[in-house]
């Protein structure tokens, strides 16, 4: 366990990537939103509420990825 403290792959693939990777999914969907509010002239509940369907449907489908990525033994 102390090795991996000091092994910096471990870092990248369980620290760093994870943290990177949702950033920029949240950064994307705070775009779209913004997108869609300003360029549509819709309102802001509007554009949550597309936004938060956008977000759900990539949450169910991550989900299920992960499921199969898991069941399947490729881990």
Do not use: C, D
């Not at 366990?1 to 920029?24: G, K, Q």
């Not at 360029?39 to 509007?46: A, E, M, V, Y």
């Not at 489908?61 to 992960?66: D, E, H, K, M, W």
């Amino acid at each position: 366990m102390v090795s991996a403290v000091y092994n910096i792959s471990v870092w990248r693939m369980y620290i760093v990537a994870p943290l990177t990777e949702e950033l920029v999914f949240r950064a994307s969907h705070l775009k779209h939103s913004l997108e869609f509010y300003m360029q549509q002239n819709s309102s802001l509940l509007k554009a949550s509420m597309v936004v938060g369907f956008q977000l759900g449907y990539t949450v169910i489908f991550g989900s299920y990825a992960s499921f199969l990525f898991v069941r399947t033994g490729w881990s």
